[in-house]
């Protein structure tokens, strides 16, 4: 209950920190110092400040969230390690290399059984919670992480698959509490896996076999 509570007033500041601003973003947008209003996320907190104080348009401040707004793009979708050591990455993109290069899809071993129990599903890859609607029950979710906020799925799924976490993830916690077979930190299994596949997942082994499509 402590841990809920918790969570709901960091959410209710959150969204009320974000929406002011936006509505700074909004202002700034009219004096012309931002093209639209999301880029005032990418000022820093002094820039933010000095515009507030003397708002001015300024060629370079336009180059610097130019170039923030394409690291944004490039990064915004990478997961960070799990473990560093004196700040250095040993494990991830960084330290393995591009997980699509990881097992072919038909070296079936490609993650780590969480949850036991073998089912026989279609995948759904979600992003983000915002795509969660789209789930049907019985399908397996492909995510490359879960935590509480996705927990409300989980009485429908038929299975889970994320790209990231162990046998004490959130994600492994959920399934193992619901009954629903889960293979954790299958390397880019958001982008290796597509929605409609069927697939066989095996969540003592650890393996996900892709069924040949009918016909």
Known sequence: VYRENQRYHL??????ARQLLLEIGRRLEREGVLAEPFEVFLLESGELAHQLAEPAPSDALRAAIAERRDHYQRWKDRMPATHLFDGVE?????AEGDPREGPALDDDRLGLGASR????????????????DR?????????????????????????LITETGGLLSHGALLAREYG??????????????????RVELDGTRGSV???????
Do not use: C, Q, S
Not at 180 to 191: D, E, H, L, Q
């Open 90 to 94: 040993t494990e991830g993109e960084v």
């Open 11 to 16: 959410d209710y500041l959150l969204a009320h």
């Open 209 to 215: 076999r892709v069924e040949p499509a009918e016909g």
């Open 117 to 132: 129990g073998v089912t026989k599903a279609v995948l759904r890859v979600v992003e983000d919670v915002a795509g969660l």
């Open 180 to 197: 629903i077979p889960a293979v954790m930190g299958v390397p880019g299994a958001t982008t290796r896996f597509a929605t409609g596949m």
């Open 135 to 159: 789930l049907e029950p019985g399908e397996i979710l492909v995510a490359r992480n879960i935590d509480p906020a996705w927990t409300g799925v989980f009485p429908i799924l038929g299975g």
